[in-house]
């Protein structure tokens, strides 16, 4: 190919295509001709003043989300935000980044506490896009407040109110005196002492009378509360692992008198799959049947095969008590009619799922947003078995089996699934899609894998003699330029980019695909291994 160098032509236009501290491939047009040269982009960043040499580094706090929340499971150290607008940083640290991050992207928490916070205040009003997260230091949580005293003092950062690391300001005793003189006198501790006495002895004339606190219910007025309450509620098992004894529950209320904690606490405990009190172990069900519940999954795959209707009906198999152990393995949901928009918001996509869902998209899967905002994923294929594989993956996120449809013009048939609608979905919307249109998201370096690679071949991949193309017609031509840079820089594979019917498809070499073949065979269905000149026998 060739390569221009920018020194030697005044009248050639640079655009990098990403703002990330990555090695990627430059777009140069000169006179009509497109030419690749390697380059690097190095950030600005006032770090360099000091000799900083940050451990991590999120250019854009927006789209680097799933990263920051993953890889920063089980660590303690320092960080800071830095507003790219103003320059202005913030330092913090925490025994666990993890949970602390979680408390920054958690909008109604910062709302809750932005009075108290510049750096809250600060999120809200410019967005996380403007904001790049460093993490300063990975130490020991023995020694986290230490480590950040020396960066506030070394840094000097501007949104921080105080300029020593701790809890908190702490008022002094004096002060605290003062306080408590100014705002209760004896006067007035008098009068909020002779009204908590006149409440307590009036609770139950007040409650006589107010119709929604009387206690003077009819029978069939209760009985139709109690069953919208287990209409509603969630059935309850709790173990306890030294005798072995399990109890159950109406509901999760219930459950929480009986351990005399509170309800939050029994969904935190079931959800993480954590032992409460180092005693008890919990279980949620979702209520849907009284019937036991029955194992749906065995000869599916021969069934829809062999199926004669488009879409199965196994409604009598599936009604059941569903186990809803944590948002992210709700066990079968197949023909539950839905959830509450509760529920939905604590349905997260855990992180060994996302390079299946980035290869899925890179190829033949799509994102469907309604007018509401609310947004699933489909997938479409003639080669079932692929599509089964991939189905096997989200099937929690799904409602119903696959169904079959045909083509009107060449009469193929093909399967298709679609999840429900979650919120945890949307955020992928927002990153592969601009104004209805896909895109290549822009943190593509950081979140492309082997497996993710090995599910955009099984999608979109074509065996060109010992090479292979990657059918990209849908991306542009600087949307292609950049994933080739990826590819090279990240992956060492040799690719180049050939025009098909004036749309650009990427082609990696029969060298490359020597070194790839081995590192994505663990993640291809026996279906789809000729695409990767491999016998499936």
């Not at 480590?147 to 501007?158: H, S």
């Not at 219910?217 to 069953?227: D, G, M, W, Y």
């Not at 996302?354 to 799509?366: A, K, N, P």
């Not at 919120?423 to 290549?440: D, L, R, S």
Request: glycine letters at 4%; aromatic letters at 12%.
């Amino acid at each position: 190919s060739l390569s221009f160098s920018k020194r030697s032509f005044s009248n050639v236009l640079y655009k990098p295509f990403s703002q990330y501290r990555i090695p990627y491939l430059t777009l140069i047009k000169f006179k009509g001709v497109l030419a690749l040269t390697n380059r690097f982009y190095h950030s600005d960043s006032n770090s360099n003043q000091f000799n900083l040499n940050p451990v991590k580094v999120y250019e854009n706090a927006d789209i680097s989300k799933f990263d920051i929340i993953s890889y920063n499971k089980n660590k303690s150290g320092v960080y800071r935000w830095v507003n790219l607008l103003t320059g202005k940083s913030y330092i913090g640290c925490s025994v666990n980044l993890r949970n602390r991050f979680y408390d920054y992207y958690n909008l109604s928490h910062l709302e809750k506490r932005k009075k108290n916070s510049i750096i809250y205040s600060s999120l809200l009003k410019n967005g996380y896009s403007n904001f790049k997260l460093e993490i300063l230091e990975y130490c020991d949580k023995s020694i986290v407040r230490e480590k950040e005293n020396y960066y506030i003092n070394l840094l000097k950062p501007e949104y921080n109110i105080l300029n020593n690391a701790g809890l908190g300001y702490t008022h002094s005793e004096e002060g605290l005196k003062r306080r408590s003189v100014y705002r209760h006198s004896n006067l007035t501790k008098i009068r909020i002492s002779n009204a908590a006495f006149l409440r307590k002895e009036n609770q139950g004339e007040l409650a006589t009378n107010h119709p929604k606190l009387s206690a003077s219910l009819s029978p069939k007025l209760e009985a139709h509360l109690a069953s919208l309450n287990l209409k509603n509620s969630y059935k309850v098992e709790i173990t306890n692992i030294d005798t072995n004894v399990t109890n159950s529950y109406d509901s999760i209320r219930k459950a929480a008198e009986a351990l005399n904690c509170s309800h939050n606490t029994i969904r935190k405990y079931s959800i993480k799959q954590i032992i409460l009190k180092n005693k008890y172990q919990i279980k949620i069900f979702c209520l849907t049947d009284k019937n036991v519940e029955k194992d749906i999954t065995k000869d599916m795959t021969n069934r829809l095969i062999h199926s004669s209707n488009s879409t199965l009906n196994i409604w009598r198999e599936c009604k059941s008590l569903v186990v809803y152990l944590s948002p992210t393995s709700m066990g079968s949901t197949l023909k539950y009619k839905g959830f509450t928009s509760k529920l939905r918001e604590m349905c997260q996509i855990p992180v060994h799922l996302h390079s299946i869902i980035l290869g899925v998209l890179l190829s033949d899967g799509w994102l469907y947003k309604n007018k509401s905002g609310k947004t699933l994923l489909a997938l479409k294929q003639t080669n079932f078995e692929y599509l089964w594989l991939v189905y096997t993956k989200l099937s929690h996120y799904s409602r119903s089996l696959p169904i079959t449809t045909k083509t009107s013009l060449n009469g193929t048939t093909n399967v298709m699934f679609a999840t429900r609608v979650y919120p945890c979905f949307t955020e992928w919307y927002n990153m592969f899609y601009q104004e209805g249109n896909k895109v290549v998201p822009l943190d593509l370096y950081n979140m492309l894998t082997y497996e993710a690679l090995a599910h955009w071949i099984m999608g979109d991949g074509t065996k060109v003699n010992k090479g292979l193309t990657l059918q990209t017609q849908s991306f542009t031509i600087q949307e292609c330029v950049f994933i080739i840079s990826i590819l090279i820089h990240k992956f060492n594979l040799k690719c180049s980019i050939h025009m098909q019917r004036n749309q650009p498809t990427i082609y990696i070499s029969s060298k490359s695909m020597e070194k790839l073949r081995p590192l994505i065979i663990p993640y291809m269905c026996s279906s789809m291994m000729y695409k990767i000149g491999v016998d499936s026998k």
